[in-house]
């Protein structure tokens, strides 16, 4: 029962993870942590069914129809380590979607199984509920269940040791003296720590059952070891209870460049405040006016006549957090970032007119020279701001230069 019990905490904290953070699912990272928890959840559910019910019809719609999502635990967990510490905008690049071979591997491996009758399916609940080691008889393409599960935990330590080398990396390379940084150093190795002891567990207790010509699945030494997994699913489950500001929100890693000298960028995060607090931290003036003035800085290029010119753009080539952005333009120039950058875009077709432009060019082309990509979008956009057309604009523009 403490299992199932667990296994519905693990889903609740997905829960409270999306919940708090609804603001900032702009950040990959929240989003990974949250189906990380989620597949923990789904994964110890399916565990309490296949150790405890009699029901058939529910052991066959738990039995091995989410194994290839549980293959996809390391992949989950090394992406989540990775978005935390590059503060990474992009949920998932082309070249991440490499991670998802685990998960296509142990689908096409299932297939036989998962793509066959239910009945079938109820068939086989039954042998193995009146002998488990019937669980062998399960069909797989090119895989047994016991090698696939070998295979499983392999990958996953293998990811996780990977997520160690990459947090270490992040540790060298970042300014790590600052209080959250600290705090987010402290819970990912915890985290990692848990997880190679979860993974590490199950894959001794699954090769001891094979090596060790165990007649029975559940022998008294596997047991151990599945217990011990168990053991660490818990320890996780309380242990982000104890770092509230992985639950509540808070700025990622890198939140300014190792070169810049700039002291208390962001507030410190009080752990003993209110879950209230946690959701949304604010940025001090110091790194307000730094956002402001590399900004200034930023578009004295005009990168805003580039059409794709948008927030993930800016943080790219900034290396401004993109959740850092969202604050500055909403606490510090109290204006959305599209309104920003209309008005960029605005001043600068202005200037084009100024200069006459519109004597060799039409007002189409100074649209699209202006980042627009429509004359439609730039006709309007232009009229709210100037309260004139671009046409109107141009013949004041003469009026005044011949009065």
Same mark, same amino acid.
């Given at each position: ?12 904290? *997905? ?6 953070? *609804? ?11 949250? $189906?990380?928890?989620?597949?923990? +959840?789904?994964?110890? $559910? ?6 405890? @019910? ?19 635990? +390391?992949?989950?967990? /090394?992406? /989540? ?19 998802? =071979?685990?998960?296509?591997?142990? =689908? $096409? ?19 193995? *509920? ?32 990977? !997520? ?7 540790? /060298? ?41 165990f007649t029975h699945p559940? !022998?008294?030494? %596997? ?5 011990? !997994? ?50 949304a931290f604010t940025l ?9 003035? @590399? =900004? ?7 990168? /805003? ?6 927030? !993930? ?5 900034t290396k401004i957090p ?7 333009? &909403? ?18 077709? &202005? %200037? =084009? ?6 004597? @060799? ?9 202006? +980042?627009?990509?429509?004359? @439609? ?19 004041? $523009? &003469? ?5």
């Amino acid at each position: 029962m403490v299992l199932l019990v667990v296994s519905i905490m693990s889903i609740f904290v *997905a829960i409270l993870i999306i919940f708090y953070n *609804a603001s900032n699912l702009t950040l990959p990272a929240n989003v990974f942590l949250s $189906i990380f928890f989620l597949l923990l +959840g789904i994964y110890g $559910i399916a565990q309490y069914i296949l150790e405890f @019910s009699s029901n058939p019809f529910i052991f066959a719609i738990f039995f091995n129809h989410f194994t290839p999502l549980y293959a996809c635990f +390391g992949p989950v967990l /090394y992406l /989540y380590v990775k978005k935390i510490i590059n503060d990474d905008p992009a949920f998932l690049r082309k070249k991440e979607l490499i991670h998802l =071979l685990p998960f296509t591997i142990a =689908l $096409i491996d299932l297939s036989p199984y998962l793509f066959s009758s239910f009945q079938s399916k109820i068939e086989i609940a039954k042998l193995i *509920a009146d002998n488990p080691i019937n669980y062998k008889m399960v069909p797989h393409l090119f895989l047994s269940d016991i090698n696939a599960t070998i295979l499983r935990q392999t990958v996953h330590i293998v990811y996780t040791g990977s !997520s160690f080398i990459y947090l270490f990396n992040g540790v /060298y390379n970042n300014v790590t003296t600052k209080s959250h940084n600290k705090l987010i150093v402290r819970w990912l190795l915890m985290l990692l720590f848990i997880m190679t002891v979860f993974f590490l567990s199950i894959l001794i207790g699954t090769l001891l059952e094979k090596f060790a010509s165990f007649t029975h699945p559940n !022998s008294e030494v %596997e047991t151990y070891f599945v217990y011990v !997994s168990w053991l660490f699913r818990y320890a996780l489950i309380i242990v982000i209870f104890f770092f509230p500001s992985i639950l509540y929100g808070m700025p990622n890693y890198k939140v300014i460049e190792p070169k810049q000298d700039i002291e208390n960028t962001v507030s410190d995060t009080n752990l003993n405040a209110s879950k209230k607090e946690y959701k949304a931290f604010t940025l001090d003036d110091t790194y307000l006016e730094y956002i402001d003035q @590399s =900004l200034r800085d930023y578009m004295t290029n005009c990168p /805003y006549v580039n059409d794709k010119f948008g927030l !993930s753009m800016v943080t790219g080539e900034t290396k401004i957090p993109i959740h850092h952005l969202h604050i500055y333009f &909403k606490e510090y120039l109290k204006v959305n970032f599209n309104a920003w950058k209309n008005e960029h875009k605005i001043n600068y077709s &202005k %200037e =084009l007119i100024d200069k006459n432009m519109l004597s @060799s060019m039409t007002t189409e082309a100074i649209a699209v020279n202006s +980042g627009f990509k429509s004359y @439609s979008n730039y006709f309007t956009v232009f009229k709210s701001h100037t309260g004139m057309t671009p046409t109107e604009y141009a013949s004041s $523009i &003469k009026k005044d230069s011949k009065s």
